[in-house]
């Protein structure tokens, strides 16, 4: 990880929704798993990864858990190099 992953790393844990970042090597640079409560707090957190400079284009993937409010979100993020 250079400089500007180690801030990209940063960036995602200052959002509060203690997200997971994991560092990736190939097409995905980072994949983030977040457990959030519903599909307003889903929208809000693509919203803040999407404003991080840095992120040039996101990609999600959602899962359903035991309840019809218990989400996980995956965030794909590819930076600008």
Do not use: C, Y
Request: aromatic letters at 4%; proline letters at 2%; zero cysteines.
């Amino acid at each position: 990880m250079d400089e500007r992953d180690v801030r990209l790393v940063k960036a995602i844990s200052d959002l509060g929704t203690s997200p997971e970042a994991f560092f990736t090597v190939g097409e995905t640079d980072f994949v983030v798993i977040a457990q959030l409560s519903s599909s307003d707090t889903v929208e809000r957190l693509i919203s803040e990864f999407e404003a991080i400079d840095g992120v040039e284009r996101t990609n999600s993937t959602s899962r359903s858990g035991p309840s019809a409010t218990s989400h996980a979100r995956r965030r794909r993020t590819n930076s600008t190099r």
